[in-house]
């Protein structure tokens, strides 16, 4: 099992330019979560799909945040345009309906974005 | 709403020191779930523990314990005899059965200094 794999680890681009985040969770996982990491914060859920459906995206900051989950085995986070505000650590989550409860939530390495 | 306090901000000790790092939690559900997260230096968050509400039984994992208190809304985490490796960043989490979804909220952590 490799685990939740998110890509690039590391990310630098300039205001203004469109960013994608990506992410492969641990297959058979049917819950697949975004999560953001800054300094004032803290860790908080941006949004989580079920089965590939959207679920809760009530912490996505606003309009220039998006992401899909065309598959199983893929997902994505885009910031179009960015802003340096939005630099942070992006974390990728995944588990399994059952599974959930009993070991938790299994994250990526993250996606460490910094907009100059 | 669910919510995770950890007032500890930071806490620094000498190797082979006991610490205990606070928890307390708030939530309206009369079934939920806690973790423990450790996130060290080089940035992942790694699962150290899950416990369910209806669950009272303190867990020991080595020189890890665990001291769950539904009364006081509670779910301390000491390190006995501490090591240099044991040096990182702790979250409390809190998930929710019902009201909060599928959602992990998390505290704002705290940073553990294990020195020689």
């Given at each position: ?116 | ?6 007032a500890q901000?930071?806490i ?98 705290t ?6």
């Amino acid at each position: 099992d490799a685990g939740v794999i998110q890509s690039p680890r590391h990310e630098v681009t300039e205001m203004g330019q469109e960013v994608t985040l990506r992410c492969k969770p641990i297959s058979g996982h049917d819950y697949l979560f975004w999560y953001r990491q800054t300094m004032m914060r803290g860790l908080e859920l941006l949004i989580y799909f079920n089965n590939n459906v959207p679920i809760d995206d009530s912490g996505m900051p606003e309009d220039r945040f998006s992401a899909k989950m065309p598959n199983a085995s893929f997902s994505t986070l885009k910031i179009q345009p960015s802003e340096p505000r939005d630099s942070a650590v992006y974390f990728c989550a995944s588990t399994s309906g059952g599974r959930r409860m009993y070991y938790g939530y299994t994250f990526g390495s993250g996606t460490r974005l910094t907009v100059v | 709403a669910q919510k995770v306090t950890q007032a500890q901000t930071e806490i620094s000790v000498v190797e082979k020191e006991d610490v205990t790092l606070d928890c307390v939690y708030e939530t309206r559900d009369t079934t939920y779930y806690l973790f423990w997260y450790k996130q060290p230096p080089s940035g992942e968050l790694v699962f150290l523990i899950r416990r369910n509400s209806f669950d009272e039984q303190n867990e020991i994992s080595g020189r890890y314990s665990w001291n769950f208190q539904k009364s006081t809304s509670s779910f301390n985490f000491t390190i006995t005899a501490s090591q240099v490796v044991d040096s990182a960043v702790y979250f409390c989490a809190l998930s929710e059965a019902k009201g909060g979804g599928n959602k992990l909220t998390f505290g704002t952590g705290t940073q553990l200094k294990v020195e020689l």
